[in-house]
């Protein structure tokens, strides 16, 4: 584990719409054991390994960042588990926490590797993880991941469970694929102590199905929920863009990320790295810095110059729209960007 690092604090990374940013979401790989439809082409085309950053790379970028005032990393993929030595880099940030401004370091997750690293990860000082997990049905499941196995996500989340990380479910809405089963799966979800957040497709990248045959309005979702229980808003926030209600009847929350049908931008505090070190300032659109180059030609200075340009073309909001056969937003899948 290094212990030996030095942040070498600077200017907080503020915008020019006056939001600081204190969140990196952080891709270690583009590469996925499962093949969601709606995240990904049915054959996908990997990058080669020897493009992406090394793990020391991918810490120091890190660095750069918590020296910059971000206290809070998600560690993403694809699927991030799949990365073979990735708990060097989660181990190496969980020795940051609590030493050098970083809060936290959290994980999303499909949950088929976590009976392998469960436990490691809570020894890292991982508390919180996200799993990506959108039905309760076997064959819907296969179906939806091309071929995945429920049975495996389940065991992860109960090895989760069993280390003491605190695990939320994740689910996106698709319409004629899980629309009728979300009341249960919220219901099973809080049955666990498990928050359950449902999120709307999002037109990033190409696959098969049209994003308009997918999409399913959260507005109307929410609409079936308060028929069913009692919605209570809630102001808690744990930085991304989800809104939250409490279900009465179950005690637990749910929440709600809405980026075609509730704008989230005005409060955005976060941007994306890469696996190949590419600088997303927004989700939802192209515009990226290459923070590999800087950083092998310049080290760190350079990287700083950089996310000080990043700031001035963060935009002020993303562009996703979703109309049959001309839907608009990143031409980049959401696997190689980091989900």
């Known amino acids: 584990m290094d212990r030996g690092f030095e942040i070498g ?13 204190t969140y990196l979401r952080l891709s270690v ?25 090394s793990l020391e790379e991918l810490t120091t970028i890190c660095d750069a960042f918590i020296a910059r005032g971000v206290t809070k990393i998600r560690v993403t993929g694809g699927e991030p588990l799949v ?23 959290c994980l999303s997750t499909n949950a088929t ?3 392998r690293f469960a436990q490691r990860l809570a020894d890292a000082g991982v508390k919180r993880i996200n799993v990506s997990l959108d039905t309760l049905d076997p064959g819907r499941f296969s179906d939806l991941t091309r071929g995945g196995k429920l049975t495996d996500t389940l065991a992860g989340i109960d090895a989760a ?13 698709l319409t004629g694929a899980n629309e009728t089963e979300i009341p249960d799966m919220i219901t099973w979800a809080h049955g666990r102590a498990m928050d359950l957040t449902l999120i709307e497709v999002m037109p990033m990248g190409e696959v098969e199905a049209d994003r308009a045959d997918q999409f399913l309005s959260l507005g109307v979702v929410r609409d079936q929920l308060a028929v069913r229980w009692t919605l209570t808003d809630l102001p808690d926030r744990t930085g991304g863009p989800a809104r939250y209600v409490r279900v009465e009847e179950t005690g637990g929350r ?28 927004c989700l939802g659109r ?39 056969g001309a839907s608009s937003g990143a031409n980049r899948d959401m696997a190689r960007t980091g989900g």
């Open 113 to 115: 590797q976590l009976p």
């Open 29 to 53: 790989t583009d590469r996925c054991d499962l093949r969601c439809v709606y995240c990904m082409k049915a054959r996908p085309e990997f990058l080669p390994k020897a493009d992406l950053l």
């Open 9 to 21: 604090f600077k200017a907080p990374l503020v915008d020019t719409f006056g939001r600081q940013i």
């Open 83 to 105: 990365r073979r030595d990735v708990m060097t880099l989660i181990e190496n940030l969980g020795a940051r926490i609590g030493r050098a401004g970083l809060e936290e370091v």
């Open 254 to 281: 749910v929440g709600f990320i809405t980026p075609l049908t509730g704008n989230f931008c005005a409060g955005c505090n976060r941007v994306r790295v890469t696996c190949t070190g590419e600088l997303f300032m």
């Open 161 to 173: 469970q069993a280390a003491g990380l605190n695990v939320k479910i994740n689910a996106v809405a």
């Open 286 to 324: 192209d515009g990226k810095l290459d923070l590999r180059e800087a950083l092998r030609a310049g080290g760190r200075d350079a990287v700083d110059a950089l996310l000080d340009r990043a700031m001035d073309l963060k935009p002020e909001a993303h562009d996703f729209r979703i109309e049959r």
